[in-house]
């Protein structure tokens, strides 16, 4: 008996789509005008980094950051703190890497869903699409991938996988997905084809040629549903995490399993493999054909920069470098006591990140190492920046569960910071000055 279409029932009765990927489409309106708001307070690569001020930080090999475009990273401006905001109805999906457009989904006056690009300088709408939908990720570079329902003649409507450039929304791609489509999410593109995770009633993951046609379509194993995936060069890296304990990892080529799935909430996938958790501080790295190897990974795995389409190498686990900049260099490194108690140290200057710890939620880095973003354990619902001198630049309240009335989520998109409330409002924080 085929399922009530999610994305349709929206377009007609008000429905808000689920977002799988671990935030809520809320309450979308349309809107969005940039406002005022009172501020608060690249590197070339090198065998070893250096302080802002040129000080050696020690021998530190070059991580591997790789997949990853412009705005994995932090705008560097951060380092002076907070400046103006601009505020949108709807939820966010994206900014372009050039920090220059807002992707977001909203109810147009039709009260259909629609999906609308704003210019973050003038506000101004430049394109949309509608009745559609987009789930956050849906920025590659300087195209956006989104749904498109179009009617049919004999009633009901057809969805559509659509590739659009982000400036003005020129279709460059258009592929089928089910009807019945509840959400579209873009795991990441290779310059071959175009990755989609498409849940509906039979959630697939499939591959999209660059002329709309499939390349192939695998079905999610049961239990997969509201897992993420990780294009990892030839291979998609998928669940592993407490939200989707099941994990496994299939083959670009064709669909088929490259690592048949398995039960685990504590997967770390790397370029080359994956980390899977045995307890509190036993890991064990794998390559991709599920077999262990040697790479020793003595207490958690944190991702060097975290950002879902960049990957790192599994030597880049053992080197307990928890931070990088676009460069590969370290930004902060944790050593554990022999209690398994962490302390991490800005491996530029030498100075210890306060309240830093095993559950220390590190959001974004800047692209030049001088700045991060994070939740210390001591402040959880509280998002700080902090320049690699240990000063405090800027704060924003964050709320860890966005399903209140006054929930609020907080991303890094297109190297900007870029705020969710539960009433559907998107806020994007600009670096002071910008």
Same mark, same amino acid.
């Given at each position: 008996?085929?399922?009530? %279409?999610?994305?349709?029932?929206?377009?007609?009765?008000?429905?808000?789509?689920? !977002?799988?990927?671990?935030?809520?489409?809320?309450?979308?309106?349309?809107?969005?005008?940039?406002?005022?708001?009172?501020?608060?307070?690249?590197?070339?690569?090198?065998?070893?980094?250096?302080?802002?001020?040129?000080?050696?930080?020690?021998?530190?090999?070059?991580?591997?950051?790789?997949?990853?475009?412009?705005?994995?990273?932090?705008?560097?401006?951060?380092?002076?703190?907070?400046? $103006?905001?601009?505020?949108?109805?709807? @939820?966010?999906?994206?900014?372009?890497?050039?920090?220059?457009?807002?992707?977001?989904?909203? &109810?147009?006056?039709? #009260? #259909?869903?629609?999906?609308?690009?704003? /210019?973050?300088?003038?506000?101004? =709408?430049?394109?949309?699409?509608?009745?559609?939908?987009?789930?956050?990720?849906?920025?590659?570079?300087?195209?956006?991938?989104?749904?498109?329902?179009?009617? =049919?003649?004999?009633?009901?409507?057809?969805?559509?996988?659509? &590739?659009?450039?982000?400036?003005?929304?020129?279709?460059?791609?258009?592929?089928?997905?089910?009807?019945?489509?509840?959400?579209?999410?873009?795991?990441?593109?290779?310059?071959?084809?175009?990755?989609?995770?498409?849940?509906?009633?039979?959630?697939?993951?499939?591959?999209? +040629?660059?002329?709309?046609?499939?390349?192939?379509?695998? %079905?999610?194993?049961?239990?997969?549903?509201?897992?993420?995936?990780?294009?990892?060069?030839?291979?998609?890296?998928?669940?592993? !995490?407490?939200?989707?304990?099941?994990?496994?990892?299939?083959?670009?080529? /064709?669909?088929?399993?490259?690592?048949?799935?398995?039960?685990?909430?504590?997967? !770390?996938?790397?370029?080359?493999?994956?980390?899977?958790?045995?307890?509190?501080?036993?890991?064990?790295?794998? /390559?991709?054909?599920?077999?262990?190897?040697?790479?020793?990974?003595?207490?958690?795995?944190?991702?060097?920069?975290? +950002?879902? $389409?960049? *990957?790192?190498?599994?030597?880049?686990?053992?080197?307990?470098?928890?931070?990088?900049? $676009?460069?590969?260099?370290?930004?902060?490194?944790?050593?554990? /006591?022999?209690?398994?108690?962490?302390?991490?140290?800005?491996?530029?200057?030498?100075?210890?990140?306060?309240?830093?710890?095993?559950?220390?939620?590190?959001?974004?880095?800047?692209?030049?190492?001088?700045?991060?973003?994070?939740?210390?354990?001591?402040?959880?619902? @509280?998002?700080?920046? $902090?320049?690699?001198?240990?000063?405090?630049?800027?704060?924003?309240?964050? =709320?860890?569960? %966005? !399903?209140?009335?006054?929930?609020?989520?907080?991303?890094?998109?297109?190297?900007?910071?870029? *705020?969710?409330?539960?009433?559907?409002?998107?806020?994007?924080?600009?670096?002071?000055?910008?």
């Amino acid at each position: 008996m085929a399922a009530t %279409p999610r994305l349709i029932a929206a377009l007609g009765i008000g429905l808000a789509l689920s !977002t799988l990927a671990g935030c809520s489409v809320l309450g979308l309106f349309p809107g969005g005008a940039p406002t005022p708001a009172p501020s608060s307070p690249a590197p070339s690569p090198g065998a070893t980094a250096s302080s802002p001020g040129g000080a050696p930080a020690g021998a530190r090999p070059l991580l591997t950051p790789l997949g990853a475009d412009a705005g994995a990273w932090l705008a560097p401006g951060y380092a002076d703190g907070l400046g $103006r905001t601009f505020d949108a109805e709807g @939820t966010p999906c994206g900014v372009t890497p050039d920090g220059a457009i807002l992707l977001l989904q909203a &109810r147009n006056a039709q #009260q #259909q869903l629609e999906v609308r690009a704003l /210019d973050l300088t003038t506000g101004e =709408k430049l394109w949309s699409t509608a009745p559609g939908s987009c789930e956050p990720g849906a920025v590659i570079g300087t195209v956006a991938v989104v749904a498109r329902a179009t009617e =049919k003649p004999q009633g009901g409507y057809a969805v559509a996988a659509l &590739r659009v450039r982000a400036s003005d929304g020129e279709v460059l791609t258009e592929g089928d997905v089910p009807d019945d489509l509840g959400g579209l999410t873009a795991i990441g593109e290779d310059g071959r084809r175009t990755y989609l995770f498409v849940h509906a009633e039979e959630s697939s993951i499939m591959a999209m +040629n660059p002329d709309g046609s499939t390349a192939w379509s695998a %079905p999610v194993p049961p239990g997969g549903t509201v897992a993420t995936c990780r294009l990892l060069d030839e291979t998609l890296g998928c669940g592993g !995490t407490a939200s989707a304990s099941l994990a496994w990892a299939l083959n670009t080529g /064709d669909g088929s399993f490259r690592v048949q799935p398995f039960r685990s909430t504590e997967v !770390t996938w790397a370029h080359d493999g994956y980390v899977m958790g045995h307890g509190a501080t036993a890991f064990v790295a794998h /390559d991709l054909s599920g077999s262990p190897v040697g790479v020793d990974v003595a207490a958690v795995p944190g991702l060097p920069a975290p +950002n879902t $389409r960049t *990957s790192f190498r599994l030597a880049d686990f053992a080197s307990g470098v928890t931070a990088v900049d $676009r460069d590969g260099r370290a930004v902060l490194v944790e050593e554990f /006591d022999q209690f398994g108690l962490g302390t991490s140290t800005f491996a530029q200057t030498g100075v210890t990140l306060p309240d830093a710890g095993l559950q220390t939620v590190m959001e974004a880095v800047s692209s030049d190492g001088a700045v991060v973003a994070y939740r210390p354990i001591r402040t959880g619902t @509280t998002l700080l920046l $902090r320049t690699s001198r240990g000063t405090q630049v800027g704060s924003l309240d964050v =709320k860890l569960d %966005p !399903t209140g009335d006054t929930g609020i989520t907080v991303d890094m998109m297109g190297g900007l910071l870029v *705020s969710s409330s539960a009433s559907g409002l998107t806020t994007v924080y600009f670096p002071r000055g910008s």
